[in-house]
């Protein structure tokens, strides 16, 4: 019997020594800075440190490590779309997650831009790439369109613009941004980008209220 259990306890499945999410994120920079088609199954050996069989094992085929660091990118830009719920004056809310997002586009380090954008362009862009991010962008717009609705209620912005097509327009500025970053615009000509831009597509009405935020 003693002998027996110590047989199965040998066979018990070793922990992983690695972090798993910090194996994501390598895989999702790779396949950032490559695309996916642009990156080969050595690359993410190289790239992870991890060898062929435990990244197989921990996280499956090529396919499915991209499926996972889409999933975690994807998590990481919906919680953006909150920044700013609780700040009481739309369109400093409004500005804080343009500003978040332009952040985002142009790190101190590692891969530029928008993974999504980079990956879900193109004839060989993966489906799964394609449909994540018409949702990100549909999400972004109805964001992006509550914030410009809630300042025109409070009189923060003004009413003669169409909600949606202002969020619309901040859309496409996120976009071009991301774009910019990807092809080596600093982050601080980004930002000037988006501070003219939410001047003119979301001028402030009651300056003097938001000047102290």
């Given at each position: ?12 499945a ?40 435990s ?23 919906g ?24 952040l ?21 862009a993966?489906?799964?790439?394609r ?7 549909s ?8 914030l ?27 976009q071009?941004?991301a ?16 501070e ?18």
């Open positions: 019997m003693e002998a027996s259990v110590s047989c199965k306890m040998r066979r018990m070793r922990p992983r020594e690695f972090d798993e999410g910090k194996v994501l994120d390598r895989a999702l920079a790779t396949f950032w800075e490559h695309g996916y088609e642009g990156t080969s199954i050595d690359e993410l050996v190289a790239a992870t440190g991890l060898g062929r069989a990244l197989y094992g921990a996280f499956g085929d090529k396919e499915q490590i991209f499926a996972k660091s889409l999933d975690r990118y994807c998590a990481r830009m919680e953006s779309l909150s920044i700013g719920e609780d700040e009481p004056f739309a369109r400093v809310a409004l500005g804080r997650l343009v500003r978040a997002l332009v985002k586009s142009s790190p101190k380090s590692g891969p530029r831009g928008c993974f999504l954008l980079s990956t879900a362009v193109g004839g060989d993966p489906a799964a790439a449909e994540a991010y018409a949702e990100y962008m999400r972004l717009q109805r964001a992006l369109t509550d410009v609705r809630r300042g025109q209620d409070s009189g923060e912005l003004a009413r003669t613009a169409d909600a949606p097509s202002v969020a619309r327009m901040l859309v496409v500025l996120l071009g941004i774009a910019s970053a990807r092809a080596g615009r600093t982050k601080a000509e980004l930002e000037a980008a988006a003219t831009a939410l001047d003119l597509v979301a001028p402030v009405r009651l300056r003097g209220r938001i000047a102290a935020r």
